[in-house]
DNA sequence: CTGAAAGCGCTAACAG
DNA sequence: CTGTTAGCGCTTTCAG
């Protein structure tokens, strides 16, 4: 039962060729004759031959494979950036190694060596948030395998065969507070994690940004830093509303959407009205926010957008011949209005509504 | 810049020992001598020499690495399955090379060979829910490559070195039941998809034979099949609150956690009290569980344990002598009781809360 | 159109 | 303790 599996060696002893024939014929090469070709890979089929992709990319000096190491594998958004990139290196003829650092600089390290040793071609890489020291990366580049960082950067880390894809959050908060503002919005609150990361720093600072450029002033009270999970939310949005009546907000902008839920439910349980006393836009676009009541608006992340236009980048990297634009790329995210901000039935400005 | 990577030959020939040595050396192999391997290791270290995985997968026959193959690579599910896998098998020094079916036959073929032609040493599998014909797998399993299939399994298709892990969904649709009964409710209402899909067979069924063994009639009117998303859980609660008066459900039991929030969305539109007037219970534990108000009981996949124990059962089937018990797993389901069906504050026999 | 020969980088007998 | 030899399965010159 458990055969050996074939060989190219089985194929050429059974046809009486040689192996260079053999390979050949099954990678339908040019110079042989299409009657050899019928008769091996009819073989072939008979005897369930499957290529040997471990010699094949020994002897090639090229493994096919694309190494991906992201934080987690769990959550919503990781997921939807590896399933972008597993469609596109599919369709680029890359099979796809993946590996998860849990956050952790260590299984990072590790990882990456693992990758290296699998002779990945090339790599795509989402920091471990704890990660401080780029040495381990410093090792990849050396060894020439292009490297693709997206989401989470490494910031000043840069060379000939060094690309990023991250996501424009600045853009993102922009538009949020200028579509409150649109609705009629005078007092916005924004709800934020801390600023050392550069997803809240740059959310944030599109979000002052946004209220300057529409003449409107900045109040500290209104600021809320916080836990980014639904007590996080739940705390600031009960502290927002012990403000003296009105100075109390009557929009929130949450750097994401779990607070922007807490922020919705502690609304709701004191009797405000979504969106026309309080209107709600959390960041991420996460499953849930089509669940709640009213739908939660949301910042769409493209992850999957993500995930292709870094494999793209990585061909470019790969191919300089191919190497389209720049090798530092900004998505637009793209701001999805539902119910929780939308007072009037039809916006100014027409906008996507999922 | 771009060094050609440091070999085994090139860390020999600078050292001017053997290839063999250095293998040896590297491998911490007990005939060489300490002070050697210190010399190996410091030079390894210097050329940031990386073992070549592939050449040494092709020597020694063992490519270390596991294949896995599911649907989608996105959602909640999978992620957690395959995280306990990718946790597992690395504990157990394996790597993992994972591909997704989209639920398609062809595609699912397609990369079961890729994973052949990877030369991974086990397959771990969950069908693409259009999948009928399983010679695919009967190629796999002809090669002497163990399969372990999880969650969706093939019937039927057995063998010395093929096993399966699934979720005892009767078991977990008849511990629902058996709570709301103790939670006081008489008229239980159940959603279902359709039941030639197995989960939502075996959750029938588990719901029918708990009523039936708690002496409850079973009402036709109280089963809805609809359609397992949030709008399919609507109509069904609209079309049930449509019953006469003494007729309507005090409970209703859903196949998976979308329709439930559709039927407590309605129950609140309706302002029935959850879980007073109608208690409500989902299964699958989805993130969201925890942020509908109130909370939606739910049942617990054990996803991350599914994958675990899937790679336990891998390695049992990789070596024999580690075989413990069956071919054939079932995980107990957990039931995780919240507020959308805890009546009473202290149940009659406490139960987890998460 | 086909074959012979060499070798990718590593490991594992076997011999000293 | 170390070296020699051979070969995993495949591809790719180079010859015919």
Redo the contacts with the bound molecule.
């Keep these: 039962m458990a055969n ?2 074939a ?3 089985d194929l050429a002893k059974a046809l ?12 339908d090469h ?7 070709k019928q008769r091996v890979r009819q073989l072939a089929e008979e005897l369930h ?1 499957q ?2 992709q471990l ?2 990319a ?4 090229r493994s096919n494979t694309l190494g991906v190491l992201v934080p987690h594998i769990t959550g919503h958004f990781f997921p939807e950036v590896v399933n972008g990139i597993a469609v596109e290196a599919s369709k680029a003829g890359y099979n796809v190694m993946i590996f998860q650092s849990n956050e952790d600089v260590q299984q990072e390290k590790k990882n990456l060596e693992l990758l290296m040793n699998a002779q990945v071609e090339g790599i795509l890489v989402s920091l471990a948030n704890t990660t401080q020291d780029f040495a381990h990366f410093d090792a990849v580049r050396g060894q020439g395998v292009p490297l693709v960082f997206f989401d989470r950067v490494v910031e000043g880390f840069d060379g000939p065969n060094v690309g990023t894809v991250v996501l424009d959050d600045y853009q993102g908060a922009y538009q949020v507070v200028s579509h409150l503002i649109e609705q009629g919005c005078s007092r916005i609150a924004h709800f934020t994690g801390p600023l050392h990361l550069n997803i809240h720093r740059n959310r944030h600072q599109g979000y002052l940004d946004a209220l300057t450029a529409h003449g409107m002033p900045i109040e500290q009270e209104l600021i809320a830093f916080c836990e980014m999970n639904l007590k996080g939310g739940k705390q600031a949005m009960r502290s927002l509303l012990k403000l003296p009546a009105g100075q109390r907000p009557d929009a929130v902008f949450s750097s994401n959407d779990l607070a922007a839920v807490g922020a919705m439910q502690v609304a709701k349980e004191r009797r405000l009205r979504v969106p026309d006393d309080v209107a709600i836009v959390g960041f991420s676009n996460e499953v849930f926010t089509s669940l709640t009541e009213p739908m939660l608006s949301s910042v769409d992340q493209r992850c999957e957008r993500m995930g292709k236009t870094a494999v793209q980048l990585l061909q470019g990297l790969l191919d300089t011949r191919k190497l389209r634009g720049s090798r530092q790329i900004m998505l637009k995210p793209e701001l999805l209005v539902r119910e929780s901000s939308l007072r009037r039935p039809e916006p100014t400005k027409p906008r996507k509504k999922r």
């Design positions: 050996r599996r060989s190219i060696t009486n060729l040689s192996a260079s024939t053999i390979s050949r014929a099954l990678s040019a110079d042989v004759s299409e009657a050899t031959y290529p040997n010699a094949a020994l002897r090639r000096g």
